[in-house]
Protein backbone atom coordinates (compact mmCIF):
# COMPACT_ATOMS: atom_id res chain seq x y z
CA UNK A 1 0.00 0.00 0.00
CA UNK A 2 1.20 3.61 -0.56
CA UNK A 3 2.72 5.18 2.19
CA UNK A 4 3.08 9.28 2.16
CA UNK A 5 5.75 10.89 4.51
CA UNK A 6 6.05 14.37 4.98
CA UNK A 7 8.69 16.33 6.95
CA UNK A 8 9.28 17.91 9.09
CA UNK A 9 5.50 17.57 11.02
CA UNK A 10 6.30 21.33 12.11
CA UNK A 11 8.20 24.31 11.13
CA UNK A 12 8.45 28.01 12.31
CA UNK A 13 10.25 30.24 10.21
CA UNK A 14 10.47 34.30 10.35
CA UNK A 15 8.95 36.01 7.73
CA UNK A 16 10.71 36.60 4.38
CA UNK A 17 12.68 33.69 4.11
CA UNK A 18 12.37 30.67 1.45
CA UNK A 19 11.70 27.63 2.62
CA UNK A 20 11.24 23.79 1.35
CA UNK A 21 8.75 21.27 2.46
CA UNK A 22 9.22 17.66 1.87
CA UNK A 23 7.08 14.59 0.60
CA UNK A 24 8.02 11.29 -0.01
CA UNK A 25 6.02 7.84 -1.47
CA UNK A 26 6.97 4.35 -1.28
CA UNK A 27 5.39 3.65 -4.76
CA UNK A 28 6.71 5.17 -7.46
CA UNK A 29 3.35 4.23 -9.97
CA UNK A 30 1.61 7.68 -9.44
CA UNK A 31 -0.85 9.38 -11.74
CA UNK A 32 -0.29 12.54 -9.75
CA UNK A 33 1.07 14.72 -6.72
CA UNK A 34 -1.06 17.62 -5.52
CA UNK A 35 -0.38 19.94 -2.96
CA UNK A 36 -2.71 21.44 -0.76
CA UNK A 37 -2.87 23.96 2.30
CA UNK A 38 -5.49 23.71 5.24
CA UNK A 39 -6.16 26.39 7.35
CA UNK A 40 -7.27 25.23 11.06
CA UNK A 41 -10.97 24.23 11.08
CA UNK A 42 -11.15 24.49 7.17
CA UNK A 43 -11.20 22.50 3.89
CA UNK A 44 -8.40 22.04 1.80
CA UNK A 45 -6.93 24.45 -0.87
CA UNK A 46 -5.41 23.10 -3.75
CA UNK A 47 -2.07 24.45 -4.95
CA UNK A 48 -0.68 22.35 -7.37
CA UNK A 49 -1.16 19.48 -9.58
CA UNK A 50 2.09 17.54 -10.82
CA UNK A 51 1.27 15.27 -13.57
CA UNK A 52 3.70 12.12 -13.19
CA UNK A 53 4.62 13.42 -16.72
CA UNK A 54 5.87 16.53 -15.32
CA UNK A 55 8.80 17.57 -13.16
CA UNK A 56 7.56 20.53 -11.73
CA UNK A 57 4.79 23.63 -11.43
CA UNK A 58 4.69 27.17 -10.47
CA UNK A 59 2.06 28.90 -9.25
CA UNK A 60 3.24 32.56 -7.82
CA UNK A 61 5.49 32.38 -4.59
CA UNK A 62 5.40 28.64 -5.16
CA UNK A 63 7.44 25.94 -6.83
CA UNK A 64 6.98 22.28 -6.51
CA UNK A 65 9.18 19.58 -7.71
CA UNK A 66 8.34 16.03 -8.66
CA UNK A 67 11.19 13.24 -8.94
CA UNK A 68 8.79 10.16 -9.41
CA UNK A 69 11.84 7.44 -9.82
CA UNK A 70 12.84 8.55 -6.03
CA UNK A 71 9.51 8.69 -4.74
CA UNK A 72 9.97 12.72 -3.70
CA UNK A 73 8.10 15.86 -4.21
CA UNK A 74 8.85 19.44 -2.72
CA UNK A 75 7.24 22.56 -2.53
CA UNK A 76 9.11 25.57 -2.37
CA UNK A 77 7.58 28.57 -0.74
CA UNK A 78 10.06 32.16 -1.87
CA UNK A 79 9.97 35.18 0.77
CA UNK A 80 7.39 33.53 2.96
CA UNK A 81 4.69 35.94 4.40
CA UNK A 82 2.16 35.45 7.98
CA UNK A 83 -0.25 34.39 5.80
CA UNK A 84 1.23 31.78 4.59
CA UNK A 85 0.87 29.93 7.70
CA UNK A 86 -1.26 26.56 7.67
CA UNK A 87 -0.66 22.96 7.34
CA UNK A 88 0.34 21.83 3.99
CA UNK A 89 -0.53 18.45 2.79
CA UNK A 90 0.59 16.27 -0.37
CA UNK A 91 -1.25 13.49 -1.86
CA UNK A 92 -0.29 11.02 -4.24
CA UNK A 93 -3.05 9.71 -6.69
CA UNK A 94 -2.21 5.82 -7.62
CA UNK A 95 -5.74 4.43 -9.23
CA UNK A 96 -8.98 6.09 -10.53
CA UNK A 97 -10.28 7.15 -7.19
CA UNK A 98 -7.11 6.28 -5.05
CA UNK A 99 -5.76 9.30 -3.33
CA UNK A 100 -3.03 9.13 -0.44
CA UNK A 101 -2.60 11.95 1.99
CA UNK A 102 0.41 12.47 3.74
CA UNK A 103 0.61 13.11 7.27
CA UNK A 104 1.07 17.27 6.88
CA UNK A 105 3.76 19.49 7.53
CA UNK A 106 2.25 22.74 9.97
CA UNK A 107 3.94 25.83 9.23
CA UNK A 108 4.28 29.02 11.06
CA UNK A 109 6.04 31.84 9.87
CA UNK A 110 6.86 34.66 12.02
CA UNK A 111 6.03 38.33 11.52
CA UNK B 1 -14.83 30.47 -10.15
CA UNK B 2 -14.98 27.14 -9.82
CA UNK B 3 -16.19 25.25 -6.65
CA UNK B 4 -17.55 22.73 -3.85
CA UNK B 5 -20.20 23.94 -1.50
CA UNK B 6 -20.77 22.03 2.01
CA UNK B 7 -24.46 23.16 2.89
CA UNK B 8 -23.32 23.70 6.55
CA UNK B 9 -20.24 24.90 8.12
CA UNK B 10 -20.89 23.45 11.37
CA UNK B 11 -23.74 21.16 12.88
CA UNK B 12 -24.98 19.60 15.97
CA UNK B 13 -27.24 16.47 16.18
CA UNK B 14 -28.40 13.99 18.77
CA UNK B 15 -27.66 10.46 18.80
CA UNK B 16 -30.23 8.35 16.53
CA UNK B 17 -30.65 11.17 14.53
CA UNK B 18 -30.12 10.39 10.49
CA UNK B 19 -28.18 13.01 9.47
CA UNK B 20 -27.87 14.56 5.61
CA UNK B 21 -24.66 16.25 4.52
CA UNK B 22 -24.90 18.07 1.40
CA UNK B 23 -22.02 18.33 -1.11
CA UNK B 24 -22.39 20.22 -4.29
CA UNK B 25 -19.75 20.87 -7.54
CA UNK B 26 -20.67 23.41 -10.26
CA UNK B 27 -17.72 22.57 -12.29
CA UNK B 28 -19.37 19.15 -13.96
CA UNK B 29 -17.05 16.65 -12.63
CA UNK B 30 -17.73 12.46 -13.18
CA UNK B 31 -15.80 11.94 -9.73
CA UNK B 32 -17.48 12.84 -6.12
CA UNK B 33 -15.76 11.73 -2.57
CA UNK B 34 -16.78 11.98 1.10
CA UNK B 35 -13.95 12.20 3.71
CA UNK B 36 -13.55 12.47 7.10
CA UNK B 37 -10.59 14.17 8.93
CA UNK B 38 -9.85 13.27 12.79
CA UNK B 39 -6.77 14.32 14.24
CA UNK B 40 -4.05 11.53 14.38
CA UNK B 41 -5.69 9.85 11.79
CA UNK B 42 -5.85 12.25 8.67
CA UNK B 43 -8.26 11.88 5.71
CA UNK B 44 -9.80 8.61 5.52
CA UNK B 45 -12.39 8.44 2.43
CA UNK B 46 -15.58 7.71 3.47
CA UNK B 47 -17.92 6.65 -0.43
CA UNK B 48 -17.25 7.90 -3.97
CA UNK B 49 -18.88 7.98 -7.01
CA UNK B 50 -17.70 8.04 -10.50
CA UNK B 51 -21.19 8.64 -11.95
CA UNK B 52 -24.91 9.76 -11.30
CA UNK B 53 -26.72 6.77 -8.94
CA UNK B 54 -23.06 4.84 -8.70
CA UNK B 55 -21.34 4.89 -5.53
CA UNK B 56 -18.78 2.74 -3.87
CA UNK B 57 -17.07 2.11 -0.72
CA UNK B 58 -13.87 3.39 0.30
CA UNK B 59 -11.60 2.52 3.73
CA UNK B 60 -14.51 3.18 6.18
CA UNK B 61 -18.32 3.16 5.20
CA UNK B 62 -19.75 1.57 8.14
CA UNK B 63 -22.22 3.88 9.58
CA UNK B 64 -22.59 5.34 6.33
CA UNK B 65 -24.64 6.06 2.71
CA UNK B 66 -24.72 7.93 0.23
CA UNK B 67 -26.64 9.80 -2.68
CA UNK B 68 -26.08 10.83 -6.06
CA UNK B 69 -28.75 11.74 -7.96
CA UNK B 70 -27.48 14.66 -9.90
CA UNK B 71 -24.38 14.76 -11.41
CA UNK B 72 -23.58 17.52 -9.48
CA UNK B 73 -24.57 16.91 -5.60
CA UNK B 74 -23.46 14.13 -3.72
CA UNK B 75 -25.03 13.13 -0.34
CA UNK B 76 -23.82 11.67 2.75
CA UNK B 77 -26.00 9.89 5.08
CA UNK B 78 -25.49 9.03 8.57
CA UNK B 79 -28.19 6.59 9.11
CA UNK B 80 -28.35 7.03 13.10
CA UNK B 81 -25.80 9.44 14.02
CA UNK B 82 -23.08 8.36 17.14
CA UNK B 83 -20.48 9.91 18.87
CA UNK B 84 -17.58 8.25 17.53
CA UNK B 85 -19.12 9.63 14.28
CA UNK B 86 -17.92 13.17 15.43
CA UNK B 87 -15.92 15.06 13.38
CA UNK B 88 -14.78 17.28 10.13
CA UNK B 89 -16.23 15.87 7.07
CA UNK B 90 -14.94 16.77 3.87
CA UNK B 91 -16.45 16.33 0.62
CA UNK B 92 -14.25 16.26 -3.25
CA UNK B 93 -14.93 16.37 -6.81
CA UNK B 94 -12.49 15.72 -9.68
CA UNK B 95 -12.61 15.58 -13.69
CA UNK B 96 -12.26 11.36 -14.33
CA UNK B 97 -9.60 13.24 -17.36
CA UNK B 98 -9.20 16.62 -18.08
CA UNK B 99 -8.86 17.48 -21.57
CA UNK B 100 -5.18 16.60 -22.22
CA UNK B 101 -6.20 13.07 -20.91
CA UNK B 102 -4.33 13.19 -17.78
CA UNK B 103 -5.82 12.45 -14.45
CA UNK B 104 -7.80 15.10 -12.68
CA UNK B 105 -6.44 17.16 -9.49
CA UNK B 106 -9.14 17.33 -6.33
CA UNK B 107 -11.35 20.34 -4.87
CA UNK B 108 -12.35 20.01 -1.66
CA UNK B 109 -15.01 21.97 -0.02
CA UNK B 110 -14.85 23.81 3.11
CA UNK B 111 -15.57 21.31 5.60
CA UNK B 112 -18.78 20.53 7.76
CA UNK B 113 -17.53 19.93 11.53
CA UNK B 114 -20.58 17.39 12.73
CA UNK B 115 -20.58 17.08 16.41
CA UNK B 116 -23.58 14.24 17.68
CA UNK B 117 -23.95 14.67 21.26
Known amino acids: KQEVTQIPAALSVPEGENLVLNCSFT??????LQWFRQDPGKGLTSLLL?????REQTSGRLNASLDKSSGRSTLYIAASQPGDSATYLC??????????FGTGTRLTVIP | DVKVTQSSRYLVKRTGEKVFLECVQD?????MFWYRQDPGLGLRLIYF???????EKGDIPEGYSVSREKKERFSLILESASTNQTSMYLC????????????????FGSGTRLTVV
Open chain 2, 92 to 107: ASSLRWDTLGRNGGYT
Open chain 1, 27 to 32: DSAIYN
Open chain 1, 50 to 54: IQSSQ
Open chain 1, 91 to 100: AVKTGANNLF
Open chain 2, 27 to 31: MDHEN
Open chain 2, 49 to 55: SYDVKMK
